[in-house]
């Protein structure tokens, strides 16, 4: 049996729902995580697997509340040695999101799983 290898990101839904950031920039910072992370991670074995098969990638857009829970959840990895990025957008300094480098689903699922799938609209 296969694992499936998936690259974790989470996405502040503030900047959308009270900040008025348009879809194109959260896009844009999920964007600069994951390239950013696989960049950092790059020589990493589950990384180079999850490259190697471009045309069967899985990424995962999860939706942080707000700032602190972002910070709280790379804390949390950070003290259980999972590899991550936040991303701070600059020049505003402002933690955006956070990518997990790619991991078999089942290593990285506790740390994620109490966060929804990002679904928040425009409405």
């Known amino acids: 049996m296969s694992t499936t290898i998936v690259q974790y990101i989470l996405l502040r839904s503030d900047l959308l729902k009270d900040l008025g950031w348009s879809i194109g920039s959260l896009v844009a910072q999920a964007c600069h995580a994951s390239s950013a992370v696989l960049h950092l991670f790059k020589d990493d074995e589950y990384t180079a697997k999850y490259l190697n098969d471009l045309d069967n990638m899985h990424k995962v857009v999860l939706e942080v509340p707000n700032e602190e829970s972002l910070r709280k959840l790379s804390e949390k990895l950070k003290e259980n040695s999972i590899d991550h990025k936040m991303w701070i957008e600059q020049p505003e300094n402002i933690p955006t999101c956070l990518a997990l480098k790619p991991y078999p689903k089942e ?9 929804k799938l990002y679904k928040t609209t425009l409405d």
């Open 107 to 115: 290593e990285v699922k506790k740390y994620v799983g109490k966060f």
